[in-house]
């Protein structure tokens, strides 16, 4: 069975590995291999044993059902010892990958030390000094950008405006619920992007009328329905900041007046509403 070698193999790698195996890995392999499972095919009772502890904390069967349970002790033989066999494989299999890694690197060094050629070996300790920092300042800046985005507050989109209908109410003129939120107010209104972001499209569709879609930072789309017309320099791609006018109100597509519709898309999905989502970032429509 060459799942059982490989499992009674992976102990014995374990205790020849380098002792600057990273730690958590190292934990893990050992946890691994310390385990009973895998210094071989386990006993008949240990299984046994496993399989009612695995079946009552499953609450498929109870401990009084001998036959169900020693019927299901035998599945648990076939199946589930498999699966700690091809856990122990994993475990061979990425300890023999690291192996393999730093004998290259070890065998690099003596090509390196071997040709005298210390340049090189140099060389390549700058480079992957360098990358280091690289790597170092590119996460520093992702943090530096999700706190920003973290405190990105928004703005309302329109001044002097009520609100009509909210998210989830029912359309008599739309096959499913409200998906936006309604800032009602004289056409030619002008709209204010409400946070820093990048134009994703603007165009006519259909019950959104003239619609823009503008994505955030941090991936969400605002969409900006009905409008009368949009700002006259937008443009797809334009990074536009906060409270800059796109657009302005109308009543285009489906709509009963003057309004703009303001839908909220995280990660370009479904529409969430967008009044908890403004208060989220610090305002109340
Ligand atoms: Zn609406």
């Known amino acids: 069975m060459g799942n059982h070698r490989a499992a009674s193999r992976a102990p014995k790698r374990d205790a020849a590995a380098p002792a600057n195996v990273a730690g958590k890995r190292k934990a893990v ?3 691994a291999a310390r385990g009973p499972l895998f210094r071989g095919l386990p006993s008949a009772p240990v299984l046994l044993g496993v399989a009612a502890l695995a079946i009552s904390a499953g609450g498929a069967v109870t401990m009084g059902n001998a036959d169900k349970v020693a019927s299901a002790a035998d599945d648990f033989q076939f199946s589930s010892s498999a699966g700690a066999l091809n856990g122990a494989n994993g475990v061979a299999q990425v300890s023999s990958k690291n192996r393999g890694s730093e004998a290259s690197r070890d065998s690099g060094r003596g090509a390196q030390a071997a040709s005298s050629d210390t340049k090189l070996q140099k060389a390549a300790e700058a480079q992957a000094e360098v990358r280091s920092q690289v790597l170092t300042k590119a996460m520093a800046s992702a943090e530096k950008q999700a706190d920003k985005i973290e405190e990105n507050l928004w703005i309302l989109p329109v001044d002097g405006y009520h ?9 008599s003129y739309y096959s499913s619920v409200h998906t936006g939120l309604d800032f009602a107010c004289p056409s030619g209104t002008p709209i204010h992007a409400i946070a820093d972001g990048v134009i994703t499209s603007f165009e006519y569709d259909g019950s959104y009328g003239n619609k823009t879609v503008m ?13 009368t017309s949009y700002a006259s320099d937008l443009s797809i791609g334009e990074e536009v900041r906060q409270g800059q006018v796109i657009g302005y109100v109308g009543s285009t597509g489906n709509s009963t007046g003057p309004h703009v519709h303001i839908e909220v898309r995280p990660g370009a999905g479904d ?6 989502a403004f208060q989220v970032h610090g305002v109340t429509p």
């Open 163 to 171: 609100l009509t209908n909210t998210f989830g109410m029912a359309r």
């Open 215 to 227: 994505t955030l930072d941090d991936g969400t789309e605002i969409w900006y329905a009905h409008q």
């Open 271 to 276: 529409p969430v509403d967008p009044y908890p």
């Open 29 to 31: 392999k050992h946890a």
